[in-house]
């Protein structure tokens, strides 16, 4: 029986989708979901440019379709199964193995990006399986990416140099100029690219231990721990986020800096949030900044997030005095019957401080963190737009940018990510 074994009985939605067996040294599968893509070649010809990694690849593009999509959708979907079958024949010298997954337009109701993921994911678990690889790397891509030049051996040396890495976040850069999209698509993507920078920097600014970009476009896990964490979710939009957030309490997450994924800035109307979704809905509000979450509500998260070691010696009546003495916000989003018996039962549960740490943390995780900054900024703090929230912060941070556009606001932020 392979690592994969029950999880593909029980887990998997289709039977095996790929007939060719994989090659025994596979030992990276690269899965790309496509709805209505009109240039899949793009990537492609960006991923036949790369270095070769010290094993075989193999990419895994999953076209697929919701049972309501459009008609143009459609044919694009068609044309993106033709670009790949004549991109194979005219590319046989290509070192990885390509793959076109063509699932049938409503194949599950409620079909969205999840389930594509899924999909892909599930069969690339089921490959490595075949071969029992269960280090073998799944990443994710979108099709409107491109990808540094040392992206495959990057990735893969970055897994291989320590034993504990089992999953992570690549970096990305949106293109913030050219000539495929208007100046006023660039413009927004520099506000929303910050504002992701910016929500980041803030998270570490708290002191919130687990802090990773969630791009599904910029992603990738060892198979194993794939199966261990149940595979991917079936949400048909921020699965990329539930999916990573199941995976970090794991141990093992990290962050690769030392390659760049090139993700598209143009909107999209595939799914209700991301990136594509506030591009399309900057482009409806011209002149509008993007708005973010105010800094000072992460002021007060650090200084909840400060106590955390001095609630594992505290009594009942000093649990007591800790709320009292938390800020208004947190206040507001925690009542004092919860805090005191979450607390308790955490301590209950615990025998030694790094213990604690992990279960408060699990406890207050991101999903936490975001309904506290939803709820604070309906009832204390005002959302303020992404360029002055990132000045802000830097202001806190005792560090100084040339220039407060935005611009140079998101390159100052970029390095800022790249110096860690």
Same mark, same amino acid.
């Given at each position: 029986?392979?690592?994969?074994?029950?999880?593909?009985?029980?887990?998997?939605?289709?039977?095996?989708? %790929?007939?060719?067996?994989?090659?025994?040294?596979?030992?990276?599968?690269?899965?790309?979901?496509?709805?209505?893509?009109?240039?899949?070649?793009?990537?492609?010809?960006?991923?036949?440019?790369?270095?070769?990694?010290?094993?075989?690849?193999? *990419?895994? #593009? #999953?076209?697929?379709?919701?049972?309501?999509?459009?008609?143009?959708?459609?044919?694009?979907?068609?044309?993106?199964?033709?670009?790949?079958?004549?991109?194979?024949?005219?590319?046989?010298?290509?070192?990885?193995?390509?793959?076109?997954?063509?699932? !049938?337009?409503?194949? %599950?109701?409620?079909?969205?990006?999840?389930?594509?993921?899924?999909?892909?994911?599930?069969?690339?678990?089921?490959?490595?399986?075949?071969?029992?690889?269960?280090?073998?790397?799944?990443?994710?891509?979108?099709?409107?990416?491109?990808?540094?030049?040392? /992206?495959?051996?990057?990735?893969?040396?970055?897994?291989?140099? !320590?034993?504990?890495?089992?999953?992570?976040?690549? /970096?990305?850069?949106?293109?913030?100029?050219?000539?495929?999209?208007?100046?006023?698509?660039?413009?927004?993507?520099?506000?929303?690219?910050?504002?992701?920078? /910016?929500?980041?920097?803030?998270? !570490?600014?708290?002191?919130?231990?687990? *802090?990773?970009?969630?791009?599904?476009?910029?992603?990738?896990?060892?198979?194993?721990?794939? #199966?261990?964490?149940?595979?991917?979710?079936?949400?048909?939009?921020?699965?990329?986020?539930?999916?990573?957030?199941?995976?970090?309490?794991?141990?093992?997450?990290?962050?690769?800096?030392?390659?760049?994924?090139?993700?598209?800035?143009?909107?999209?109307?595939?799914?209700?949030?991301?990136?594509?979704?506030?591009?399309?809905?900057?482009?409806?509000?011209?002149?509008?900044?993007?708005?973010?979450?105010?800094?000072?509500?992460?002021?007060?998260? !650090?200084?909840?997030?400060?106590? #955390?070691? =001095?609630?594992?010696?505290?009594?009942?009546?000093?649990?007591?005095?800790? =709320?009292?003495?938390?800020?208004?916000?947190?206040?507001?989003?925690?009542?004092?019957?919860?805090?005191?018996?979450?607390?308790?039962?955490?301590?209950?549960?615990?025998?030694?401080?790094?213990?604690?740490?992990?279960?408060?943390?699990?406890? =207050?995780?991101? =999903?936490?963190?975001?309904?506290?900054?939803?709820? *604070?900024?309906?009832?204390?703090?005002?959302?303020?737009?992404?360029?002055?929230?990132?000045?802000?912060?830097?202001?806190?941070?005792?560090?100084?940018?040339?220039?407060?556009?935005?611009?140079?606001?998101?390159?100052?932020?970029?390095?800022?990510?790249?110096?860690?």
């Amino acid at each position: 029986m392979s690592f994969a074994s029950d999880y593909i009985d029980r887990r998997t939605l289709f039977p095996p989708l %790929i007939k060719e067996a994989p090659d025994i040294n596979t030992g990276i599968i690269i899965v790309i979901p496509s709805y209505g893509e009109e240039n899949v070649v793009r990537l492609l010809d960006s991923l036949a440019l790369t270095s070769r990694p010290d094993c075989e690849a193999e *990419v895994i #593009v #999953v076209v697929n379709a919701p049972a309501d999509a459009s008609s143009q959708s459609l044919e694009n979907n068609r044309k993106t199964l033709s670009d790949i079958e004549s991109w194979n024949r005219q590319n046989t010298n290509c070192w990885f193995r390509l793959f076109a997954l063509d699932i !049938k337009q409503g194949a %599950i109701p409620e079909w969205g990006v999840g389930l594509a993921r899924k999909t892909g994911m599930d069969e690339a678990a089921r490959r490595f399986s075949l071969i029992d690889r269960p280090d073998g790397i799944i990443l994710n891509l979108d099709a409107d990416c491109t990808v540094a030049c040392n /992206y495959f051996s990057a990735i893969c040396n970055e897994f291989r140099s !320590k034993g504990n890495r089992k999953a992570c976040s690549i /970096y990305f850069e949106h293109p913030l100029k050219g000539d495929e999209f208007p100046e006023l698509i660039y413009n927004n993507i520099t506000l929303y690219e910050l504002h992701l920078r /910016y929500y980041l920097q803030a998270l !570490k600014y708290s002191g919130y231990p687990w *802090v990773f970009h969630t791009m599904g476009s910029a992603m990738a896990v060892l198979a194993h721990e794939y #199966v261990l964490a149940g595979g991917m979710n079936r949400r048909q939009a921020g699965e990329d986020f539930y999916f990573i957030q199941k995976l970090i309490p794991l141990g093992g997450y990290f962050s690769i800096n030392s390659t760049t994924v090139y993700p598209s800035p143009r909107s999209s109307f595939r799914v209700p949030f991301g990136t594509g979704a506030a591009i399309e809905k900057l482009s409806g509000e011209v002149g509008k900044p993007w708005m973010t979450y105010n800094i000072e509500a992460f002021g007060e998260l !650090k200084v909840l997030f400060s106590k #955390v070691d =001095f609630l594992f010696e505290s009594n009942a009546d000093q649990l007591i005095k800790y =709320f009292v003495d938390l800020p208004e916000g947190v206040k507001l989003f925690i009542k004092c019957e919860e805090w005191i018996a979450k607390i308790t039962e955490i301590k209950n549960n615990t025998s030694g401080l790094q213990t604690f740490r992990k279960r408060f943390f699990n406890w =207050f995780n991101m =999903f936490m963190i975001v309904r506290y900054l939803n709820t *604070v900024h309906l009832q204390l703090f005002s959302k303020i737009p992404a360029n002055e929230a990132a000045a802000d912060l830097l202001q806190k941070l005792g560090k100084k940018c040339p220039s407060f556009d935005p611009p140079d606001l998101l390159l100052f932020y970029r390095e800022m990510e790249l110096d860690n």
